[in-house]
Nanobody
Framework: QVQLVESGGGSVQSGGSLRLSCAAS????????MAWFRQAPGKEREGVAA???????IYTDSVKGRFTISRDNGGNTLYLQMNSLQPEDTAMYYC????????????????????WGQGTQVTVSS
């Protein structure tokens, strides 16, 4: 069992930045796949960014060039640096993790992940 806890959300103006963090309950997650998802009211949860054990990352098209996913050396903390935020980025952001191998094309799929955090709210005003 692994617990994930997000933090760093808040309210910012359009064009602003936030850095989200997701802390795992234990170290040694360096070989895990981890990701960020988000869900706006009335919309389905969508994959935002994911990072492989080797450090390679993928992003949904709408955040490419603005968001950066990263992890610490021990793999116990996941980050999402969000720049040039837009009102459309407003959502509850969740971190997720899975230990088993996941093909790259499935890394932004909800069903790929076994562990989820409780979410942190990001609100971007215009």
């Amino acid at each position: 069992q692994v617990q994930l806890v997000e933090s760093g959300g808040g309210s910012v103006q359009s064009g602003g930045s936030l850095r989200l963090s997701c802390a795992a309950s234990r170290y040694g997650l360096g070989n895990w796949y981890m990701a960020w998802f988000r869900q706006a009211p009335g919309k389905e949860r969508e994959g935002v960014a994911a990072i492989e054990p080797g450090g390679l990352s993928i992003y949904t098209d709408s955040v490419k060039g603005r968001f950066t996913i990263s992890r610490d050396n021990g793999g116990n903390t996941l980050y999402l640096q969000m720049n040039s935020l837009q009102p459309e980025d407003t959502a509850m952001y969740y971190c997720a993790a899975v230990a088993r191998y996941t093909p790259r094309w499935q890394l932004l799929a909800i069903t790929s992940y076994d562990y989820w955090g409780q979410g942190t709210q990001v609100t971007v005003s215009s």
